[in-house]
């Protein structure tokens, strides 16, 4: 009886050991993880919602892109780009991109780019913008071209959510510092910082 008793017990254990080992398996490498950067710091967070933010040393907007769904413009054989206009802040973004899918997913895109003259990207993941001085006014800054500790766009996180028609979609997050000079008087800088978290697609690879 007592062999029994120590077959059944040795028999539950066994039991209970194979079912934590199933439990305790990880995600499949076939499905991976968002490619992602170092935490942000400075206290500026990039959530995820969709979204574009800017703060100026005179206004800051944090406008919804929930529902933006853009087409990519090429720019060259390697690079397309989206670019919006915010009906509320008057803002207009430019964000560049790899156009196809198989150069988006690299873990090497994570870092930091240059910040280009409005609209005048030409690279992968540069950004530039122009947005009124004020809320409301019609004097605009304009993002000049630099790349420095107080000039960038960082790539934080690349995350692949599926397929639309012959498109791949990410979602990617940055944060970005970037010199803005009123126009037509461009020794008139502001400091514009902010962060965003788009919607992209590429070509399927």
């Known amino acids: 009886m007592k062999t029994l008793s120590k077959l059944i017990l040795l028999i539950l254990l066994s039991a209970s050991f194979m079912a934590c080992e199933k439990s305790s398996d990880g995600p499949s490498n076939e499905n991976p993880g968002p490619v992602k950067g170092p935490v942000i710091g400075n206290g500026e967070v990039v959530d995820n919602t969709l979204y574009m933010a800017f703060k100026t040393p005179d206004w800051e907007r944090k406008i919804d892109c929930t529902h933006l769904d853009l087409d990519p413009i090429g720019l060259n054989d390697s690079t397309s780009y989206v670019s919006a206009t915010s009906a509320s802040t008057n803002e207009t973004f430019y964000f560049s991109f790899p156009r196809d ?67 791949a979609q990410f979602q990617i997050k ?32």
């Not at 809320?135 to 995350?159: F, M, P, Q, R």
Request: with cysteine.
């Open 101 to 167: 899918s198989s150069v988006m997913v690299r873990s090497s895109n994570i870092k930091k780019y240059g910040i280009t003259r409005v609209g005048a990207n030409k690279k992968p993941f540069e950004f530039s913008q122009t947005l009124p001085i004020i809320a409301n006014s019609t004097t605009k800054l304009v993002s000049l071209s630099g790349s420095s500790s107080d000039s960038y766009n960082e790539v934080l996180e690349i995350k692949y959510i599926g397929v639309k028609g012959n498109y």
């Open 174 to 205: 940055c944060r970005y510092s970037m010199s803005m000079g009123e126009v037509l008087n461009e020794s008139n800088k502001r400091l514009v910082t902010g962060t965003f978290h788009f919607k992209v697609k590429t070509k399927r690879i």
